[in-house]
């Protein structure tokens, strides 16, 4: 990216920049972008009537401060409480009068007639023209794998049921309003039509594919794919295997095309126009020739969209001759985002690629310079630092700077915080220039005659640099620590300590303290993932996911995880890729589906996209309805060994027994009879009933049973399952139970776990 001159105002002869008393805001747009866009995100996590009280409050505290001569001559307090109103109130108002009115929509069947203004999987966004709902809201249709997709910009008319977004949807960020789901299955449900006039934005989405095309047939694979990512934005063709290796080597910026790539090309072009001796305005000009295209070739998204503005912003000042503030350029840009739409500070992509910038813009060049002098340490003032020990030092400080402020986000949002990150980010910032650079310049000299076999060869070169980031995001996803859960509550809890504790050393000792909290923090950590380890090991926890009349069983060991999916449908398996997020799952040594039926191959194909599957099982009369891969199939009286000492074994009629050791979890189908059964499957230490209760359950003997239903099926339920005999725990609209063991025909059921005997 261009230099970023450390000043204090995007011009010297700004008045915002007097002196130190206190008097002005020496970076307004900074000052006023953060605010506004921190108490949007407060009130989108806080709701409607939670916002309009935290108005009040802000213009409450301005009065206030206008009270007090001291307060009142901080120009920077006055602004901050009157952003915040501002934030407060719009958000009230779009709550109000777009999204609330809408939500009186939800569950109604609508006929909509609109046009596709954006494409992500199997989800298109339909701009309502005319129909039930107000012309301009933007519905979340959900296409189903039996209907053909439309092509961005085309006009669809068909019957949807509607539903409300939930408040802190992330489909809000792209100004979805609805989510709509197509009331006839085939392609009868839907018509298409292509106008014969669409708008500039339809050709450059068209040059997109047409490039990500060209990338894959050169390059077929997953180096094609990779390529293709990280040069257009386009990830769908990246498989579970890559997605999952890229997170856990902390590499997932790579894939989504943000501030990094923005600043890769920006300075290639300008270090290219200067050493060509074009002058310094000309070759940014020239350099804000290629950001802009690449803006729009990448689809717009925030991420994008905040990191071209900023870059242009600083282009800008070299244009003009006048210094750029990366921090007021860094607010510019946020409050550009935000104003259209108050829901975009929820997209998770903007707050992660806003708190890269921050951290590079202020702890980058502090980290440094830290970093620098300690290896000046003993050294005469006029001794150099070699350029073998100064570059990887500088790129290690840069990573770390831009790494620090998104692990709060990555740990709440993904539930997962790589350890490897800062190490892999150093392996792969050379390479991945490299490769985005290549790749660009590819793409250019394709489109253009006679060239083509000039962008073969710098495909070839980006296809090798992809194959060592993919041997390395493989290697590093195979390391036993290489991320840790924050699902573990020791995890969170040592974070939240440790920058307490930093913050406490730096303020009593300075730097000193700073290190040696963080040295203490990191020993801290280390033992207490230590201590979990040799505690759990061995242990198997069973977690059982209520969804709706069904549930789905989620099995952990030693760091090992495998599914047990037994609901009907691809709604489970949505809601179980949910939950293994939310648990720091994202590869199963299995997932068995004793039942499948309906629309589960759709659902299958989502599932595997996010969480990587290593061996799917299914019986053999549903092999044909699902997709090929690795797979297993059995029959009735079949047994498929898992792990070291666990066992499952199937029965006719969709029963399933689980063996960790000598304890044992059954699982109870829906209908039939368990009188019918073996005795010895008749006698579980565990019952877990994976629809209504069968025939003759109380023919079972457990230690425990688990059931999930709805409130209409209480009252069945209550009269057919074996109470007293052992206790049940019935989940109905709860959260998820777990239950543990060695193997050694323990059952430990948790204390609050809500079971009844």
Known sequence: MPSVARTSCISSRCPCSRGSDGAGMKRPLWVIGLAYAAGLLV???AGLNTSLWLGVVCLLLLAGALLFPALRRRA????????????????????????????????????????????????????????????????ALSVGRDK???????????????????????LKADRAQLKGSLTVYGSEGLTMETPAKKPLLAGVAEMRDRFSGSIRRRLPGDEGALVTAMCTGDKTALSPDVTFGFRQAGLSHLLAVSGLHMAILAQAVLGLLRFLRV???????????????????????????????????????????????????????????????????????????FAATVGLVALGPWMQDKAFAWLRRGRPEEWEIPGWARRPTAALCVSLAAMLPTLPIVAVTFGELSL???????????????????????????AVPFLGWMARGLLLAAGLVAKYLLGLTGGVASWRFATVSMAQPYLLVWLIGALLLMLLGYRLL?????????????????????????????????????????????????????????????????????????????????????????????????????????CLLLPETGEAAIPAGRRLTYGERDAVRCWNDGMMEFE?????????????????????????????????????????PPLQATALTAQGGVMSCSDGMVP???????????????????????????????????????FIS
Request: with cysteine; glycine share 10%.
């Open 43 to 45: 009130a989108a996590l």
């Open 279 to 353: 002058p310094r305005r000309w070759a940014a000009l020239g350099a804000a020739g290629v950001v802009v295209p690449f803006m729009l070739l990448t689809g717009m998204t925030p991420s994008v969209v905040r990191s071209g503005v900023m870059c242009l912003v600083l282009l800008a000042g070299q244009l003009l001759r006048r210094r750029a503030d990366s921090r007021n350029s860094l607010g510019f840009a946020l409050l550009l985002l935000v104003l259209p739409n108050p829901y975009v500070v929820l997209d998770v992509g903007l707050q992660l690629s």
């Open 510 to 614: 300075g730097s000193r303290g700073l290190r040696r909290s963080a040295a203490l923090s990191v020993i801290v950590l280390a033992c207490g993932i230590g201590a979990h380890t040799v505690l759990m090991r061995g242990v198997t926890t069973v977690t059982t996911v209520p969804v709706g009349d069904s549930l789905v069983l989620i099995l952990e060991r030693d760091g090992h995880a495998g599914l047990v999916a037994a609901g009907p449908d691809a709604y489970t398996l949505t809601q179980a890729a949910y939950a293994l997020r939310a648990r720091g799952i994202r590869r199963l040594d299995f997932l068995l589906l004793p039942q499948p039926e309906g629309d589960f191959a759709q659902g299958l194909d989502a599932f595997a996209r996010d969480i990587a599957v290593d």
């Open 420 to 446: 490897i990150a800062p190490l892999s980010n150093l392996a792969a910032v050379v390479p991945s220039t490299l490769l985005v650079v290549s790749g660009c310049l590819a793409m250019v000299l394709d």
């Open 716 to 754: 069945y339920v209550t009269k057919a399952l074996p109470w007293g005999a052992y206790p049940l725990r019935l989940l109905v609209g709860q959260e998820p139970v777990s239950v543990t063991t060695r193997g050694l025909g323990d059952l430990h059921l948790p204390r609050d776990g809500g």
């Open 148 to 170: 053909a997709m439309p092509a961005l910009y085309d006009r669809i008319s068909g019957e949807m049921l509607l539903q409300a977004l939930p408040a802190r949807s992330g």
């Open 652 to 692: 006719k009629g969709g029963w399933v027994r689980l063996c960790f050791g000598d304890t044992r979890v059954l699982l109870c189908p829906p209908g039939g009879s368990a009188a019918a059964l073996p005795a010895d499957w008749r006698r579980t230490h565990l019952a877990v009933f994976t629809g209504l």
């Open 76 to 139: 920077a307090v006055t602004a901050v409480l009157l952003t915040g109103a501002a934030a407060f109130f719009a958000f009230a108002g779009t709550e109000t009068l777009t999204v609330r009115p809408l939500a009186a929509l939800s569950g109604t069947v609508q006929t909509v007639t609109g046009q596709v203004v954006k494409i992500s999987d199997r989800v298109c966004s339909v701009k309502a023209e005319e129909g039930g709902v107000p012309k301009g809201t933007v519905i």
